[in-house]
């Protein structure tokens, strides 16, 4: 039997097809390629009881246990070192961690790694402590300052293995590449970016989401949206990203507000826990935009709640990046309910920072910058520290310093 090939019309769109096998490397490289890095996850009510095992399977034998007082004193840090302890690991533990994790902190808690001879390093807490942890172990392959290493990939050396476990739905630290650190001598933040940073292992047990107080509960959700917001616009997204910042969007919209009014229900705790979650694979691998850029900045300079200032600043920075173009924020507002059936991008684009702004003010998050202490004065070397910042880089619209400062401005 003849089998005759079809030779396509000429009238027919003309269609991409995947080339074979390649002896040389294809020309202009692979603009189709997408990487997406993330931990391996335990995830489930009672997850934390892996912990040791997690730890174990790493190969520990004296683990570092990173937390902070919060945590100590809800009992999660001593159900941590149980877990530890039930398959024969004795932990070192340091609490000794603040809100926006400060360079001192981390060198501190370094120097008490190094004397103890710990190994795996193992955080609980919030992204606080999760940062400081990841600081110490950049410190441990690395040496040096903690401020040495800011900016993208200036981590060159290993680093011991990392195992976190969330006690809060918002900061994505547990499965990213970033580490946020505070710069106590000019009241600034310092963005850390290496794919080394990524832990080996994040335990998400939504149980620990229980014992936030309310106003953290808000501050961490508003910050898990803004991160599924901004790696959806962002210049560095991708296919493996897209359906984690969509989904995570509306997961964190349709509970957060039920966490709470609710805060023991299992439902909304474990929706949220996995917004968090998808959001923080997303944004790892996309990175971020303008309103992490300059929220960055905000809360190195009064040492304020990273995820209000965020619930702040992104409907401004929505409605910026919108003047240009639109179209990337309509799925993200028919993710979240919004009716996007023949309505102009720049409208949806626009009811988008509405919502947002809506349940900020249903979680009780301030409406202006100035309500946090900001001033007119401080929005020069706010904009200056903006503008270096590494997620400015992928905001999907180019902002200048003009820009940056009019939409401080706009927020005061």
């Known amino acids: 039997m003849t089998v005759r090939s079809r030779v396509p019309s000429s009238r027919e769109p003309a269609v991409a097809e995947l080339a074979g096998p390649q002896i040389t490397p294809l020309s202009g490289g692979s603009p189709g390629l997408a990487k997406f890095h993330v931990p391996e996850v335990v995830f489930g009510p009672g997850a934390l009881a892996e912990l040791g095992h997690c730890a174990r399977r790493l190969g520990a034998r004296r683990p570092f246990l990173v937390t902070d007082g919060g945590v100590a004193e809800a009992r999660w840090a001593a159900e941590a070192a149980e877990h530890l302890d039930a398959v024969g690991l004795k932990a070192v533990v340091w609490d000794a961690v603040t809100p926006n994790p400060k360079d001192h902190e981390v060198e501190a808690a370094h120097q008490r790694y190094a004397e103890s001879g710990a190994d795996v390093i193992v955080g609980v807490g919030g992204g606080s402590v999760i940062d400081a942890a990841k600081g110490v172990a950049i410190l441990s392959g690395n040496g040096g300052r903690i401020l040495d290493y800011e900016g993208v990939d200036q981590v060159v050396n290993p680093i011991p293995p990392l195992v976190m476990a969330p006690s809060t739905s918002g900061t994505g630290a547990d499965v990213s590449q970033f580490a946020i ?18 832990p080996e292992i994040s335990v998400v047990d939504p149980r620990l989401l229980t014992s936030m107080p309310d ?5 961490t959700g508003l910050d898990a949206l803004t991160h599924a917001i901004e790696s959806y616009v962002s210049r560095a997204h991708n296919t493996l990203t897209e359906q984690h910042s ?16 609710r805060p023991t229900e299992a439902e909304p705790r474990v929706a949220m826990a996995q917004g968090a979650l998808e959001a923080g694979m997303a944004f790892t691998n996309a990175i971020l935009g303008a309103t992490h850029a300059m929220s960055h900045q905000v809360g190195g300079l009064l040492d304020a709640p990273h995820g209000v200032i965020n619930g702040v600043l992104l409907p401004h920075v929505i409605r910026f990046n919108a003047e240009t173009d639109p179209s990337r924020y309509v799925p993200l507002a028919a993710a979240i309910g919004i009716d996007t059936a023949g309505v102009p991008p720049f409208e949806v684009a626009f009811a988008l920072a509405d919502r947002v702004r809506e349940l900020a003010d249903v979680v009780g998050v301030p409406q202006t910058l100035r309500s946090l202490g900001v001033s007119d004065v401080d929005i020069p070397v706010l904009t200056r520290n903006t503008l270096k910042d590494a997620c400015l880089t992928t905001n999907p619209r180019e902002a200048r310093a003009t820009d940056i400062a009019a939409l401080f401005r706009a927020a005061l």
């Open 246 to 261: 969509l989904h995570a969007a509306k997961l964190i919209t349709g509970n957060l507000a039920r966490t709470l009014f």
């Open 215 to 219: 106003w953290l509960n808000a501050a």
């Open 181 to 198: 650190i505070t710069d106590t001598a000019n009241a600034t933040k310092i963005t850390i970016l290496s794919r080394a940073l990524v």
